[in-house]
């Protein structure tokens, strides 16, 4: 305990020691005076630990005080706003996808402002999108570590915002630059770390692999357990983990990795027993490596690190020897680089862990249930009784200990996240142990990663569906505002008091002596299921069952997907074929609707129709056709030089996909009795048209017994009078409303030759645009009352379902999309 306490003051000091205005004379002196006395009580055979404390703490303040002195940062900050630049540097860091953008950390070289090139070594977060040159010299992954660019761009201070404050997110990092969207040229490749170039290739592949094999978002929340990878979450599903308090089931945090050691140690317990410490070397084995495939950051090296002193002073067999080892292993690190007391990941490293080793074991006495079971069958239960109560007692434990750093740094707690954390964190061992079977066997093949893959699913959906209930629950969680740092220190305070004063001992009541009773007087079977195999069998019946209600129904469906400002209809025909028309402008927001409408063990497509290369058509097809085996595409190609329309056909060549080039009075039949009539585009449609890329989408009608659907993509007002001159069959039940209802589309004349029943404008809140224009909606108001109107903006996915005579309209609560 002696080396405890010498740790806190010494962290004390460090703190105290990066606050500004501090004399360092002052401290000197302060430092030299506490040496003296300690050296003058030794001398005196007097107690000497209160001077030691005093020098511990004088020391913290020297050593937070000379680091500001010492550290010597390059920065750019003098050409903040200094107009359009050319910098010249290496990608330090792996690259993370945002959407349409890629975002990383750029190493700086030399820079240019005139006709010279300054020398740098700066560092400058850049969020870019790739050049259509990039997309041609690369088939995917465009930004890559180690990659050598010219970047052409304005220099910025970072931005702050109200309830983030991204400036000294990034200042922590030693980054006071950023750049947005710059021109990006690709110089060379291959000039980082060997390391990390092969550690960054395995971490991307096998994010790959789990997108083939899981669908949406399972298929992201994976990536986040296992490689620490969110940028795919949705952000509906994100707010649930934030407001459910179980966030740290993704973050890479140390409470992350204190809870995931946790499970492991209870896994390798009831696998190996205790016998002989074996029981260590798995979780050992597994921390390191899950800091290596999530990108060996700071942040999980220094929990690694802590897990890793905390499980030897479980193999050393004293319990006591954990906490002391624990504060060592900080106070080097504070010493090494002291400014690392002041990170979030470190604090909640060292208090997550510090929990699981002080709060663990009492809340498990507290929990076990006593007396001994009299057969094999009560030994069976007796063991998962404890191995449940060492699950809750590790989730209790870290979360207790955290609580304060959360509410102080976050200034927000979850009234819901304990229950929250203890439903949902029994399968978190089996997703992160099927996700990690998955992702390996896909790197042999798909084939034999797919069926892995449901199992994936099967538990990561349990998490996923516990996490959004709890988060419906009224004041799930509630905003603190600032918290004043002496309510954290006191918090802890009390802590300590209650642990040194009043240790939790085990309190059985009534109801754990009953159960206790019923174990003890095990089961008439003489042969307890193994639960190896109870499982399989467990999670097979749950699949087969949610495979049964995935199966066709006999009707069409048509799904208008509320992919924000852009196009995604999804068809899926009476007998089971799948049709997706256009991807919206989300790279990853048509993934995301068909993993929640497709059956969970299907990853193709029959056919995919993209009505013209826009980047609100085509984005989303891209991630689509990348993880989705597609039978045919339907398009008209055109010269039209975006990176997603060029990501588009590359995809499509390596994948050898067949192609119909669309043309009018085409037909394609499908099964069940529905086809499909290709309306437009002519061979003379593109000539004399004001907007050739609008004007030559892809005009298909759906036709299903006595009902069809009119799907107009993008065109205008001069395609939209010449097929009415033309006579084509355009009377139909629905029509999908052309163009996002811009003032350019939904002519009367048209609008009358279509009288349709139900009228689907797909389109984003607040659009730029101004979509949809007063003129259209009073066009369309003169065939249709408004409640026959339906607004992906407002209503959310419109699905409408029929059987070839009647049909019915499904709209889901609306989900923000930009």
């Known amino acids: ?41 030794r001398a005196n055979k007097s107690l000497v630990f209160p001077a030691l404390l005093l020098l511990s703490f004088a020391l913290g303040v020297a050593r937070g005080q000379l680091i500001t002195d010492s550290k010597d940062v390059p920065d750019l900050r003098s050409y903040h706003g200094q107009g359009v630049l050319e910098v010249k540097g290496l990608i330090v860091s792996d690259p993370e996808r ?87 040229i690709l110089l ?190 009560g030994e069976g239960l007796y063991k998962g009784v404890a191995l449940l109560a060492e699950t809750i007692s590790i989730t209790i434990a870290a979360t207790v200990a955290t609580l304060p750093i959360i509410a102080f740094q976050f200034h927000r707690i979850s009234l819901v996240g304990v229950p929250a954390t203890l439903v949902s964190l029994p399968l978190v061992p089996a997703a992160l142990l099927t996700g990690a079977i998955t992702a390996l066997a896909g790197l042999f093949h798909p084939i034999i990663a797919q069926p892995l893959g449901w199992l994936a699913w099967l538990s990561t959906a349990y998490m996923t569906q516990v996490v959004q209930l709890f988060s419906l629950l009224p004041h799930a969680s509630i905003e603190l505002g600032n918290v004043a740092p002496v309510l954290v220190w006191g918090y802890y305070g009390l802590l300590a008091l209650i642990l040194l004063r009043a240790p939790l001992k085990r309190v059985p009541d009534y109801l754990t002596q009953r159960l206790a009773a019923l174990i003890g007087r095990g089961v008439t079977s003489q042969r307890a299921v193994p ?136 037909l394609v039949a499908l099964d069940g009795g529905v086809y499909l009539q290709v309306l437009s585009p002519g061979p003379h449609l593109l000539e004399g048209t004001s907007s050739d890329v609008n004007n030559g989408s892809v005009v298909v009608r759906l036709v299903y017994g006595e009902v069809s659907f009119l799907l107009t993509g993008d065109i205008q007002s001069e395609v939209e009078g010449m097929l009415v001159s033309q006579n084509m069959p355009l009377r139909s039940t629905v029509l999908k409303v052309a163009h996002h209802g811009s003032r350019g589309s939904s002519s009367p004349g048209f609008l009358k030759a279509v009288n349709p029943s139900i009228a689907v404008i797909s389109l984003g809140t607040d659009n730029r645009f101004g979509h949809p224009h007063a003129e259209a909606l009073e066009a369309l108001h003169q065939i249709l009352p408004e409640e026959m109107i339906f607004y992906t903006n407002k209503e959310g996915t419109v699905q409408l379902i029929t059987d070839g005579k009647r049909l019915k309209v499904a709209a889901q609560v609306r989900k923000a999309h930009p």
């Open 1 to 41: 305990m002696t080396l405890v306490i010498l740790a806190v003051a010494w962290f004390s000091g460090v703190y105290l020691g990066l606050q500004p205005g501090l004399s360092l004379v002052a401290l000197a002196l302060f430092a030299l005076s506490a040496l003296l006395l300690t050296w003058l009580l």
């Open 98 to 184: 945002r959407g349409s953008a890629t975002r990383f950390v750029f190493q700086a070289s030399s820079l240019r402002t005139g006709d010279d090139w300054a020398p740098t070594s700066a560092e400058v977060m850049v969020t870019a999108m790739e050049s259509s040159a990039l997309v041609r010299q690369r088939s995917d992954l465009y930004f890559r570590y180690g990659d050598e660019f010219l970047l052409i761009g304005s220099l910025e201070e970072p931005p702050t915002f109200p309830e983030f404050d991204y400036r000294d997110y990034l200042a922590r990092q030693g980054i006071d630059t950023v750049m947005s969207f710059p021109q990006v």
């Open 188 to 377: 060379a490749e291959g000039k980082g770390s060997y390391f990390y170039t092969r550690l960054y290739q395995v971490r991307q592949a096998l994010a790959h692999s789990l997108n083939r094999s899981v669908p949406e978002p399972q298929a992201s929340v994976q990536q986040a357990l296992l490689l620490g990878l969110r940028k795919g979450l949705p952000k509906e599903l994100n707010q649930a983990f934030i407001l459910t308090g179980t966030s740290h089931i993704l973050a890479i945090s140390g409470l992350h990795v204190g809870i995931l050691l946790g499970m492991v140690l209870v896994f390798s317990e009831g696998l190996l027993g205790r016998r002989r410490q074996l029981y260590i070397l798995l979780p050992f084995v597994f921390v390191w490596l899950y800091a290596l495939v999530t990108g060996m950051s700071l942040s999980v090296t220094r929990a690694a690190i802590m897990a890793s002193v905390y499980l030897v002073g479980r193999t050393l067999g004293r319990p006591g020897s954990v906490l002391p080892s624990l504060a060592l292993a900080a106070a080097i690190m504070v010493g090494l680089e002291p400014q690392v007391i002041l990170d979030v990941s470190f604090q909640l490293s060292f208090a997550a862990v510090a929990g699981i080793a002080l709060l663990g074991p009492p809340i498990r006495s507290w929990l076990t249930l006593p007396g001994e079971p009299k057969d094999q069958a």
């Open 531 to 666: 639960w190896w195999l109870l499982a399989p069998a467990v999670a097979a019946a749950f699949l087969a069952w949610f495979a049964v209600f995935s199966l066709p129904d006999g009707q069409l469906r048509v799904t208008f997907l509320d992919v924000g400002q852009g196009d995604a209809i999804f068809v899926v025909t009476p007998v089971g074929q799948q049709i997706l028309v256009d991807g919206g402008p989300d790279p990853l927001g048509a993934v995301r609707a068909l993993g929640e409408r497709m059956p969970f063990w299907d990853r193709s497509l029959d056919m995919v129709v993209l009505t013209h290369p826009h980047e609100d058509h085509v984005n989303g097809l891209v991630e689509v056709i990348r993880r989705y085996k597609v039978g045919q595409i339907i398009e008209r190609q055109t010269l039209y030089d975006t990176p997603s329309y060029q990501a588009w056909h590359e995809l499509i060549q390596l994948k050898g996909i067949p192609v119909l080039q669309a043309e009018a009075y085409q």
